[in-house]
């Protein structure tokens, strides 16, 4: 009796090692893209918490008359991009009212390079909505692979006393 395998048995063996090899190369390049979406995702989803955050640091900063000056607006939400207050530029040296009973609107779009991962470009609201109240929108959009475009979009609520 012979010990050993014979040409075919190692042929097969080989061919489904082969094949198996390969279903779990693809498995692993899918991880690798899922996870590098993820990080993207999770970057963008940051960018939009941080802008919230600056927006309540902002009130913070405030005059005691609810006033930010054009410079520090700009600055705080905008990055120095585009920024308007009740649908006009704003000028780094006039004083905004932010709590200003007739309403408010504050509009920005800025662009975030993040090295290693893309750029990230964002749509910045603060509107009204209730009697000392702000509500902040974020929307952050950026390009993802063959998908093309891809948004996020953050709210939260800003008190004026905090």
């Known amino acids: 009796m012979k010990k050993g395998f014979t040409l075919?048995?190692?042929l097969l063996g080989t061919g489904l090692a082969g094949v198996l090899?390969?279903?779990?190369c693809g498995v692993f390049v899918y991880g690798l893209n899922a996870i590098e979406k993820?990080?993207?995702?999770t970057t963008a989803l940051n960018l939009a918490d941080r802008k919230i955050s600056e927006s309540h640091n902002m009130m913070k900063t405030l005059t005691p008359e609810g006033e930010i000056?054009?410079?520090k607006l700009s600055a705080v939400i905008s990055d120095n991009m585009v920024i308007k207050f009740n649908g006009s530029n704003v000028n780094p040296a006039e004083?905004?009212?932010?709590?200003d009973p007739g309403g408010v609107s504050v509009?920005?779009?800025?662009?975030?390079i993040i090295k290693g991962t893309g750029d990230f470009n964002y749509i910045y609201a603060l509107t009204d909505y209730a009697y000392n109240i702000k509500k902040v929108s974020i929307e952050v959009y950026w390009l993802e692979g063959k998908v093309?475009?891809?948004?996020?979009?953050l709210e939260s609520l800003v008190s004026r006393h905090q």
Do not use: H
């Open 8 to 10: 075919i048995e190692i």
């Open 21 to 24: 090899l390969v279903m779990m």
């Open 38 to 41: 993820g990080r993207i995702r």
């Open 69 to 71: 000056k054009g410079d």
């Open 95 to 99: 004083n905004y009212p932010i709590w």
């Open 107 to 112: 509009e920005a779009e800025g662009t975030v």
């Open 148 to 153: 093309g475009s891809k948004k996020i979009f």
